[in-house]
């Protein structure tokens, strides 16, 4: 019991141990600070890669593609592993944007799909930027809107334009049947004049909506053989934005018919040349459809690598059936490996890092401890003087170690979580009202320090300890900061804030960035193993100083200066 | 004649220091009586502390024994020692000691509450509070519970650590030069809370190098080149 009451007293009148616990909170906030955001940028980039990746990707290696693949597609969707399979073609073009003064002309991957069947695979529709409603503004100022042709969403047709891949009324030519006219979906960063904005949104009258591009892409036949170069001029019809800078930046989807037909994958029934000197030739020539990827849908509570196994199973024997063709199946971290698997080396180097910094804090507080019992031996001489036996003194300085640790990682936690979950604010803040926050500080800290000034003052009779005073310190600036932060939008301070504009520091620039927010997750699992870290490393901390204390001899400590 | 509770024999103390051997105690032998106040008398450095040391089982001798009631005790085991001076020997020192963080009364109750778990401590709280401020009450300092030493006169802090020395009624009370920090004034008071305590039946043994404080007991011996002389 008396360990309790010293340590009680300890911890409140002693600057030592404060230092030590706000040392181990200062180490822990940090560690779990660093752990979240990157976990979060992992996860995140995790999601957003998941977002237009399917569970599983088949892919031909070859340009050319594969034939077969209807028959592929249907033994794969005989498997319980399997949701949904679907055809896809993927081609490298370049791509010239050509309604603008001055033609630019891109690299791209254009990818035909059937969007239907892929946004089953994907959420394709989700990463779909701009709404019905934008393109119907869009169709107001037009020449037919102004005619006075039809106002409503439905009426316009223009709800579903990225979505099914085909053009909206706007564009269509009445003489044909609307599937045959084709749209084209692109990458928000693959529009050169959509230029991100400063808080990291896009405008829609910098959209490629509605304007015309030029593809250019090789053709090739099954063997591999160049046959031409492919042309075509499709419209725009949305942009999409998964967050994931690779696919936005890089990649337009067209209709899959539409491209197979423009890359001659399609069935193509055909005679040969007839020979009029030797008679020969004029037999009909069938050429199977052609694409180059299938993807694939896990049926629910089947895991990646079980879909994995089941599809490489049907591939490999189809393979076998095809004289050997050669197909790889992926799953989408497969597909990603060498960008999530860096960003994962990050985190774990990291990690180590704070291994080391935890080692640095086992350090100090081992060190604060030895100072804590070389200040309090003559204590430890009177206790064991009045009967506290020797394991006693020990695990008074193990719980003091224990507490100090306790009380640090608590702390450590909340800030840490407080500053996780508010970095977004914070980034706002420290970018937009630097001035404000720095003059807000100031104040608090006048405040504050005058508050705890006058405190000491009243209480000089009471002796009132210098902790005391910090602590009181602390409790006022925090509070009053953060009044101020959830106050802000009403705070108006011209002398201070007319600066603003002038001193603030983005710490994470949405703009350059393809993930325009902090990751702000905090991962409890993840956090509590931390915290224990925290508390058992305050404890290790304390041991040696703990021995020393336990192993002093009672007369030598009475007699110590 | 009462029986003595403590009986010392033949002890022996000897340090090592700067590579010599340095006897402080060559043999001694010394019983104390129940009820008696001893005073150990010598100058500064002759050994008194250690041998009050020895008695109260703070430290260990070179060879020799303390009997207190019929064992040795430098034969009990360490927890057995530690209850020994907890329960039976009270001691008062020239220079306080008492615990800088502590009330007046938490340095008195401390002593309570080493004897005592954090699961048995709800049970013994209120009995350990009123024999604590009993104790503040029977050296004159009921009206200063609350006040941490450092507001405290030195004549106020001995009369706390007397306090402390007694909250467990300990067989004996062992007081190193407990006036030699003080006043004359001051320590007259504290020698008339010895004498009182004594009057109540407290058995007590004081060392000191003061002839005058050592009158003040029953009987004086004097401690002179590690041995004992009786007066």
């Known amino acids: 019991m008396y360990k309790l009451l010293l340590i009680s007293k300890y911890l409140r009148r002693k600057l030592a141990p404060l230092f030590a616990a706000v040392a181990v909170t200062i180490c822990t906030a940090m560690v779990i600070i660093v752990a979240s955001v990157m976990g979060g940028f992992l996860d995140l980039m995790q999601s957003t890669a998941k977002q237009l990746t399917p569970d599983v990707v088949i892919q031909s290696p070859s340009l050319t593609g594969f034939s077969g693949y209807e028959e592929l597609v249907e033994r794969l969707e005989e498997l319980d592993e399997v949701e949904l399979a679907t055809p896809a073609i993927a081609s490298p073009a370049s791509v010239t944007f050509g309604d603008l003064n001055f033609p630019i002309t891109r690299e791209v991957l254009v990818q035909g799909i059937d969007p239907r069947a892929y946004n089953r695979v994907v959420p394709y529709d989700d990463t779909l930027l701009w709404s019905a409603d934008d393109m119907l503004e869009r169709y107001k100022a037009s020449p037919l809107g102004a005619a006075g042709g039809p106002r409503s969403r439905a009426e316009v047709d223009l709800g579903d334009a990225g979505k099914h891949l085909r053009l909206p009324l706007l564009y269509r030519n009445p003489a044909l049947p609307a599937g045959d006219q084709p749209g084209a979906v692109i990458g928000v960063a693959l529009n050169p004049v959509q230029l991100r904005q400063k808080d990291g949104s896009y405008i829609f009258d910098n959209s490629f909506v509605g304007g015309s591009v030029t593809l250019a892409m090789p053709v090739f036949s099954e063997s591999g053989q160049p046959l031409d170069v492919s042309q075509p001029r499709i419209r725009v019809v949305n942009e999409f934005k998964s967050g994931f800078y690779e696919a936005d930046s890089a990649v337009m989807f067209v209709p899959f018919d539409w491209l197979q037909k423009q890359l001659q994958m399609h069935r193509i029934e055909e005679f040969t040349a007839f020979d009029e000197v030797t008679g020969l030739g004029g037999e009909a020539v069938v050429r199977d459809a052609r694409c180059t990827h299938i993807y694939v849908k896990a049926a629910d509570g089947v895991s990646d690598l079980e879909l994995h196994d089941a599809c490489q199973q049907v591939v490999s024997a189809f393979s076998r059936e095809r004289d050997g063709v050669l197909l790889r199946v992926e799953t989408w971290e497969e597909v990603h490996g060498t960008l999530l698997g860096a960003v994962k080396n990050e985190k774990g180097m990291v990690t180590f890092l704070f291994v080391i910094i935890s080692i640095v804090a086992i350090i100090m507080v081992a060190t604060t401890f030895y100072m804590i019992v070389l200040e309090k031996t003559r204590d430890i001489g009177v206790l064991r003087a009045i009967g506290a036996p020797s394991t006693g003194v020990l695990g008074l300085f193990l719980v003091y170690g224990l507490a100090i640790g306790v009380i640090g990682a608590g702390l450590g936690v909340w800030l840490a979580w407080f500053t996780v979950t508010n970095l977004n604010n914070l980034q706002e803040a420290l970018a937009n009202r630097l001035a404000t926050l720095i003059g807000s500080a100031v104040l608090a800290a006048v405040v504050a320090l005058g508050l705890a000034i006058g405190v000491a003052a009243a209480n000089r009779k009471r002796d009132f300890s210098l902790g005391a005073g910090i602590v009181l310190f602390l409790g006022v600036f925090v509070a009053l900061m953060a009044a101020a932060y959830y106050a802000f939008p009403a705070i108006s301070l011209p002398a201070i804030s007319g600066y603003d504009n002038e001193i603030g520091w983005r710490m994470w620039d949405p703009q350059l960035y393809f993930f325009e927010k902090i990751p702000d997750q905090v991962y409890w699992p993840e956090v509590l193993a931390i915290g224990a870290g925290a508390v058992i490393s305050s404890v290790l901390g304390a041991i040696i100083p703990a021995v020393i204390a336990a192993r002093l001899n009672p007369v030598e400590a009475l007699r110590y200066e | ?231």
């Open chain 2, 1 to 231: 004649m009462s029986e003595a509770i403590i009986q010392a024999s033949n002890l022996k103390r000897s340090f090592h220091e700067a590579g010599r051997e340095l006897h402080v105690l060559r043999g001694v032998d010394l019983s104390i009586r129940e009820g008696e106040w001893l005073s150990i008398l010598g100058r500064s450095g002759s050994g008194k502390s250690t041998l009050l040391h020895l008695l109260g089982g703070l430290d260990r001798p070179t060879s020799g024994s303390v009997v207190f009631n019929g064992t040795d005790i430098f034969t009990l085991g360490g927890g057995r020692l530690d209850r020994y001076r907890n329960r039976h020997a009270g001691f008062v020192f020239q220079f306080y000691h008492l615990l800088p963080e502590l009330s007046a009364l938490e340095n008195v109750l401390i002593g309570s509450m080493l004897g005592s778990s954090v699961l048995g401590w709800p049970g013994r709280r209120k009995a350990a509070h009123r024999t604590a401020k009993e104790m503040l009450d029977r050296v004159g300092l009921k009206d200063r519970l609350t006040h941490r030493p450092a507001k405290l006169s030195g004549g106020e802090r001995q009369r706390v650590a007397i306090a402390r020395a007694l909250v467990n009624r300990p067989s004996v009370l062992l007081a190193d030069e407990p006036t030699g920090n003080l006043d004359a004034d001051t320590a007259g008071s504290i020698l008339d809370l010895f004498r009182k305590l004594h009057r109540e039946g407290q058995t007590i043994a004081m060392v000191t190098h003061d002839r005058t404080v050592a009158d003040a007991g029953d009987r004086v011996v004097t401690l002179t080149k590690g041995r004992l002389a009786a007066d």
